[in-house]
């Protein structure tokens, strides 16, 4: 019923800069929250952004003032602009919604992306 579509992953000079995009579609009625995840080799996915229906974004403390989420409510697509980027930052990124359906408004549902590969080269 829902898709989130991820674009944007890549290779990457340490230093560098990367933008990434979802775009979420189906029978949405409301989207509560976007954001993005990611997962390295070996460790547990964890959040780096997300952006709720205020559009006040929240930030894992490593990635604050290198990373800006952004999000237009109109395309339901959520952004994610990544500048100096670390070899630690290399991870899987997961797009992340948290929204409800035309079909069962009162219920919220957590839906994945299928993830994009961001590698930072040293």
Request: aromatic share 10%; hydrophobic share 35%.
């Amino acid at each position: 019923q829902v898709q989130l579509v991820e674009s944007g992953g890549g290779l990457v000079q340490a230093g560098g800069s990367l933008r990434l995009s979802c775009a979420a579609s189906g029978s949405i009625f409301r989207i509560d929250a976007m954001g993005w995840y990611r997962q390295a080799p070996g460790k547990q996915r964890e959040l780096v952004a997300d952006i709720r229906s205020d559009n006040e974004p929240n930030y894992a403390d490593s990635v604050k003032g290198r990373f800006t989420t952004s999000r237009d409510n109109a395309k339901n697509t959520v952004y994610l602009q990544m500048h100096s980027l670390k070899p630690e930052d290399t991870a899987v990124y997961y797009c992340n919604a948290k929204l409800r359906l035309n079909s069962s408004p009162r219920i919220q549902f957590n839906y994945w992306g299928q993830g994009t590969q961001v590698t930072v080269a040293s």
